[in-house]
């Protein structure tokens, strides 16, 4: 049995969580499941959550180790599957794939170019410029140091201006 | 290039990104969805699981059992003997007789098959056509059995076989002249059960009516009367 404040609280970052599971699936019936399972985890270890930290942050973790778990997977399989490339020669920040006619269209380059950066720098876009966590907290979800986050957050900055500047010189 | 990008600093992009870039609103439906599933599910009673793998063994060893256990056959001799030739007589109705032969004919060789010799035989009249005769296997003895229809269409089934154990059962005697045999009914038909020397005969029909008995009398006259059963060997 969930306690009510909890299950309360939780669904209080039902938005947030929607909205960066959308940016980490691009798409909708993907980003529901992800957010479903995200709760019903949070439910189910609601326990081991120490009241006083950061709930936000902790629904985040659950839900980015979630899609590392089972979605990433998936969404990787297929291409590396279909190009030939052996594992070992995937890249740690290997690119998204490309769009296909299921995926959310984009309504700003801004939203085009953050789709095209890796989940790593995607994430830590998201959640440090979006979503405002602290960089600890942000540290804490992506499971690295501190310094490996504001690292991250200066290469993806590189990376989406890079990305903004090519649609700009189309 | 855009004049944007070229002030594109880090804290112009970062209020780009809090500022522009598009926020999906979770649908209405996953809330609910959510809500619904961390609701517990209706608990079922404490009692409910045991009951039902109680209920499945007993299902299991029932299964398992029923087969092996002994068919409920009577106690009594004369109605177990009954329940055999009254089965004989039910199969013969649904599907005939097995071997139809004209009984002057196949005396030897139902003699040979059944182990029973008839010495004098009702081979019909003009109230009783006879069918078929045929060996039997009943009660595990070899015996032979003699069809007959009469002129209403009543089959009627005769049966010898060896029966050293056959008591035929005093209250159900009927005198009929000169004999006592006796009247057994079962599953809806009925039997005149009597023996000669360590043969036991017995006359099977449908006719259970009152009027019908009457009948029966008349036929178990003619056939006791005409038939000698003896054990050929």
């Known amino acids: ?30 980003a529901d499941d992800l957010v479903q399972e995200t709760y019903l985890r949070a439910f189910r270890f609601s326990h081991r959550f120490q009241p006083g930290t950061h709930l936000r942050a902790w629904l985040f973790q659950i839900l980015r180790n979630t899609f590392l778990t089972f979605y990433r997977v998936r969404e990787r399989e297929a291409p590396i599957a279909e190009e030939g490339v052996p594992e070992w020669d995937v890249p740690m920040f290997h690119h998204a794939p490309d769009d296909d006619g299921t995926a959310m269209d984009s309504h700003t380059d801004l939203e085009r170019a953050m789709r095209r950066l890796p ?10 410029e979006v979503e405002g966590l602290p960089l600890e907290e942000v540290a804490r979800v992506m499971a690295c140091p501190v310094g490996t ?11 989406l201006r890079g990305l903004l500047r090519d649609y700009e010189t189309r | 290039m855009s004049e944007r990008f070229d002030e594109s600093s880090d804290e112009m992009l970062s209020r780009r ?43 299991v060893l029932a299964l398992a059992v029923v087969p092996v256990l002994p068919r409920i056959v009577p106690s009594e001799p004369a109605q177990r003997y009954v329940r055999a030739v009254v089965s004989e007589h039910s199969r013969t109705l649904m599907w005939g007789a ?7 004919t196949a005396l030897p060789w139902l003699t040979q098959e059944s182990g ?33 229809r009469d002129v209403d269409g009543h089959i009627l089934t005769y049966i010898a076989l060896p029966a050293p154990g056959l008591t035929v059962p005093d209250p159900a005697r009927v005198q009929i002249d000169r ?12 039997a ?18 009152a009027d019908d008995i009457e009948r029966f009398k008349e036929y178990f006259r003619r056939v006791r009367s005409t038939t000698e059963p003896v054990l050929a060997y």
Not at chain 2, 98 to 104: A, F, N, V, Y
Request: with cysteine; hydrophobic share 50%.
């Open chain 1, 1 to 30: 049995m969930v306690d009510p404040d909890f299950q309360r609280q939780a669904l209080g970052h039902l938005d947030a969580l929607y909205n960066f599971a959308m940016y980490l699936t691009r798409r909708p019936p993907d």
């Open chain 1, 119 to 128: 989940e790593e720098f995607r994430t830590v876009l998201l959640l440090a």
């Open chain 1, 149 to 159: 986050v504001k690292s991250r957050i200066f290469r993806a900055k590189e990376r």
């Open chain 2, 17 to 59: 990104l809090a500022g522009e870039l598009p926020r999906y609103a979770a649908p209405a439906h996953l809330r609910v969805t959510i809500v619904d599933a961390a609701a517990p599910s209706a608990r079922r009673p404490a009692w409910l699981a045991p009951l039902l793998s109680a209920a499945a063994t007993v299902m």
């Open chain 2, 98 to 104: 097995r071997h139809g032969e004209i009984l002057p």
């Open chain 2, 116 to 148: 029973i010799a008839l010495p004098k035989v009702f081979v019909g009249d003009d109230r009783l056509e006879f069918i078929t005769a045929e060996p039997v296997y009943l009660e595990r003895q070899r015996g032979i059995a003699i069809h007959y």
């Open chain 2, 179 to 190: 004999w006592r045999p006796a009247l057994v009914r079962d599953s809806g038909f009925a």
């Open chain 2, 192 to 209: 005149w059960v009597w023996k000669q020397g360590d043969v036991g005969c017995f006359l099977v029909s449908g006719m259970v009516s």
